[in-house]
């Protein structure tokens, strides 16, 4: 019996926990998103000062989207088959195994992130009780799209809170789904989508067209991670002993509140749990109680993000990976 994919995972998950983020010098979606905004620049310096789309553009831009999830997905795939590669030339020539065995790691650990979603949000809490709200709109800003020059205390903890709970589906729960059903490989792609999708997945004049496709195929391949968050998440409040029925009241009030086909659904539950609105000005108001009052929300959120992923992980992840392993 091999158990080499539980290992490599399992030293993925303690690269996450002891270290976090690699160097952003050799992140691999780092790497793959200078390079990707280099080709994307093609087609938005193109139309910068045109007026009026023809057709022809319009369709060039769709087109265009496509080709940038095919290149993302080929850079950042070259570059673990390579490393890979390298790995094995030393293997052969240092009889030694573990090198493949690191790379594997290190490729699997850049396509999830828990310590890194959980110090982002610990940094915009830390401004918040030294009672910084310029530091805490910067750190925030770090993790949103939106601006948050003019963002009062309560928009902020939201909007925090509201990364947190998006984020478990896209940095923790759908990456790890993908590689327990296509390994690294499958994890990578789903990553440069999703990277793709922040990038140009906006309904804005300039990414409208580029960013069609790689945020339609975002939206599908989150669909089934974001159905599955909302067992994992409400399994959590009941071990938390929060207000899991709270969170279901919410989910079924405030069904498909936001512009995304699966964001509402960690949101509304975190919102109902938590017994907080959250709010994105211009865009959506979720939850009939007040917008939180207390950084104190932003810590119960991490709590109940950080137990979330660990329920994933020990009790949907691992054992799969031991029946796959066991009937090989």
Same mark, same amino acid.
């Given at each position: 019996?091999?158990?080499?994919?539980?290992?490599?995972?399992?030293?993925?998950?303690?690269?996450?926990?002891?270290?976090?983020?690699?160097?952003?010098?050799?992140?691999?979606?780092?790497?793959?998103?200078?390079?990707?905004?280099?080709?994307?620049?093609?087609?938005? %310096?193109?139309?910068?000062?045109?007026?009026?789309?023809?057709?022809?553009?319009?369709?060039?831009?769709?087109?265009?989207?496509?080709?940038?999830?095919?290149?993302?997905?080929?850079?950042?795939?070259?570059?673990?088959?390579?490393?890979?590669?390298?790995?094995?030339?030393?293997?052969?020539?240092?009889?030694?195994?573990?090198?493949?065995?690191?790379? %594997?790691?290190?490729?699997?650990?850049?396509?999830?992130?828990?310590?890194?979603?959980?110090?982002?949000?610990?940094?915009?809490?830390?401004?918040?009780?030294?009672?910084?709200?310029?530091?805490?709109?910067?750190?925030?800003?770090?993790?949103?799209?939106?601006?948050?020059?003019?963002?009062?205390?309560?928009?902020?903890?939201?909007?925090?809170?509201?990364?947190?709970?998006?984020?478990?589906?896209?940095?923790?729960?759908?990456?790890?789904?993908?590689?327990?059903?296509?390994?690294?490989?499958?994890?990578?792609?789903?990553?440069?989508?999703?990277?793709?999708?922040?990038?140009?997945?906006?309904?804005?004049?300039?990414?409208?067209?580029?960013?069609?496709?790689?945020?339609?195929?975002?939206?599908?391949?989150?669909?089934?991670?974001?159905?599955?968050?909302?067992?994992?998440?409400?399994?959590?409040?009941?071990?938390?002993?929060? %207000?899991?029925?709270?969170?279901?009241?919410?989910?079924?009030?405030?069904?498909?509140?936001?512009?995304?086909?699966?964001?509402?659904?960690?949101?509304?539950?975190?919102?109902?749990?938590?017994?907080?609105?959250?709010?994105?000005?211009?865009?959506?108001?979720?939850?009939?109680?007040?917008?939180?009052?207390?950084?104190?929300?932003?810590?119960?959120?991490?709590?109940?993000?950080?137990?979330?992923?660990?329920?994933?992980?020990?009790?949907?992840?691992?054992?799969?990976?031991?029946?796959?392993?066991?009937?090989?």
């Amino acid at each position: 019996m091999n158990y080499k994919e539980i290992f490599v995972f399992l030293g993925a998950l303690i690269f996450d926990i002891l270290l976090g983020e690699p160097h952003i010098k050799i992140h691999p979606v780092y790497i793959t998103g200078k390079i990707l905004e280099k080709i994307e620049k093609i087609a938005t %310096d193109k139309k910068n000062g045109q007026k009026k789309e023809s057709r022809i553009q319009k369709t060039f831009e769709l087109l265009f989207g496509a080709i940038l999830i095919a290149a993302g997905i080929l850079i950042y795939l070259s570059l673990y088959l390579v490393s890979k590669k390298i790995a094995q030339k030393i293997w052969e020539l240092a009889d030694i195994k573990v090198f493949e065995i690191f790379v %594997d790691i290190f490729f699997l650990k850049t396509t999830f992130s828990i310590k890194s979603l959980k110090d982002h949000a610990q940094d915009v809490l830390n401004s918040l009780k030294k009672n910084d709200i310029k530091k805490a709109r910067e750190n925030t800003s770090k993790i949103v799209s939106r601006n948050t020059k003019e963002l009062e205390k309560p928009h902020i903890i939201s909007a925090t809170i509201e990364s947190v709970s998006e984020n478990l589906v896209d940095s923790v729960i759908a990456p790890l789904l993908f590689f327990l059903l296509a390994g690294i490989e499958g994890a990578i792609i789903y990553r440069v989508i999703n990277t793709l999708d922040a990038m140009v997945g906006y309904k804005n004049e300039k990414y409208k067209y580029i960013g069609f496709i790689p945020a339609k195929i975002d939206d599908i391949l989150n669909f089934i991670p974001a159905r599955i968050s909302a067992l994992i998440i409400i399994f959590s409040a009941i071990l938390k002993k929060y %207000d899991w029925k709270s969170g279901v009241e919410n989910l079924k009030k405030f069904k498909k509140s936001t512009p995304s086909p699966n964001s509402w659904i960690p949101i509304t539950l975190f919102g109902g749990i938590l017994k907080i609105k959250l709010e994105k000005i211009g865009y959506y108001s979720i939850g009939e109680f007040e917008l939180p009052q207390s950084e104190e929300k932003i810590e119960e959120a991490i709590k109940l993000m950080m137990t979330s992923s660990l329920v994933f992980i020990f009790f949907f992840i691992v054992p799969i990976l031991l029946v796959l392993e066991s009937i090989k």
